[in-house]
Structure formats: C-alpha cells, structure tokens
C-alpha cells in the first residue's frame, strides 16, 4: 500500500472532505463521516491522510484496516493491525488480527498473538475464548473448556464469555447443559438479541421448552429475526401448541411471500 499521495490527489480528497463532512477538524473525524455516508475511497485516503499527520494514531490504522477488509484487502489489513499492535497493544486490533490470520489458515501465529495478549490484556476475557475456540476445532475439548473458565475468570462481568461456555456446555452435555452460564450472559447482556436466541436454544437442547419461548420473545422484542420466529414456532410445537404454531407460520409465510414476490 503506497505511502505517498500525490498532491492533487490529497487536494481532491480534502475538497470531498469538507464537502462531505461539515467542515470536519481533521482527517480522521472526515473519514468517519466519509465512512458512514459511503464515500469508502475518500475515507480510506482521509486515513491514510491522518496517518501521515499522526503515525501513532492507532485508532485510524484500526479504521484502515477496517476498510481494508471491507473492500477485500486482507494481507493489508493484517500489516496494519501487526503496525498497531507493535506501537500499542490494543485490544481490538489483536482480535481482528488473531481472526484473519485463522481464516488464512495461519493457526500458529494467531495463537502466538492471543497468547501474548493474554499477558497484556490481563482482565480481558476475548484472548482466552478466542484460543478456546481455536483449542475446540482442533479436537482438544478438556483445554477448551480450560480456557473458557479463565476467560471468565479474567473477567467475571464479560457476558459474551459466559455465554460462550453455556454453549460449550450445552454441545457438549456438560454439567447443567450450560443453563446456570447462559442466564449469567443474559443478566449481564439484556438488550443484546442474538445472546437471547442462544439462550433459548440452550434452553430448548435441555428440553425447556416454555423457558425457551420466553427467551425466544424477548430475543424478538429486542430485534425482528425469521430464524428466531422458526425457532419459537418449532418450540411451540414442541409444548402442543400447535394452532398457535400454525398461526405464527402463515404468518411468517405471508411476511415471506411479501418479501420475495414471485415473478409473474
């Protein structure tokens, strides 16, 4: 990736930024709302802009690399998250690095980097549940489940760390088939849909059906989901409610119908 912009390149984008942007500060505060309305390539030169500026800005390379893996640019984006990590350990450059590394297929160096961040990020739960899940997909489920426990030991209020280990209970039939953790998740994650629907599949995989409608409700309350409208059709099928299963699914058919019109 080029380091040097010409002139009348760096003209065009500043004239797009303050066009765009509402007389934004600087460039970083440009590309964000460049971002945001769209404008990806007048972003990702406002960053690159910013970066000139300010070498150490580690939260534009973030946003950088951000775009970089937006527009299919992965190998650049891993660079600049290794660039951040050896000017700051942040957080959310190590879990995007650890994750882009795994999908092209270099395990050992992901794992060399979450095990680093543990060190660093002490009181941090996702270095330990990232190397589990590692640990899991490579068939070594006792240390999975080792790592689980110290990511929520690293910390106890990391919500997305409990749920992790309800659902490893849970595919795994261990102690109470991961119910006591995913209520924890819940407790501390209330707003939060998708964490509601895995309860609920928790739930149901333990044969509690009613509860799981509940979380079933409540995950759609929060946000409209199909999926989690099937799975609470199926769980009232499952208790016998079958009229209002059935009720619920014309319903959903409808909705899909309206959605995906057929052609004529």
Known sequence: MSRQLPFALLTATMLVICSSSGFAK???????????????????????????????????????????????????AAALYRENLSIHWHLPSLINLASLLQQQGQRAEARSWLLKGTAHFRHEAPPWYMLAAMAEQEGHIHQAEQLLARSISADPLNGFAHL???DFQSRHKRSDRGIKEA?????????????WQLHGNILRAAG???????SYQKSLSIRPDTEVRRQLILSLDQIGEHRRAARMQQALDAWMRYQNPSPP
Do not use: K, M, W
């Not at 509690?208 to 509940?214: N, S, V």
């Open 26 to 76: 600087t460039p970083f505060e440009a590309s964000e709302q460049l971002t945001a309305s769209g404008h990806i390539t007048e972003a990702r030169r406002a960053l690159e802009s910013e970066l000139r500026l300010r070498p150490d800005h580690v939260e534009a390379r973030y946003n950088l690399a951000l775009l970089l893996q937006r527009i299919n640019q992965p190998e650049d």
């Open 164 to 166: 992790r280990l309800a």
């Open 183 to 195: 209520n924890r998740s819940v407790a501390l994650l209330p707003h939060c849909a998708p964490c």
């Open 208 to 214: 509690q059906h009613r509860e799981a409608i509940l």
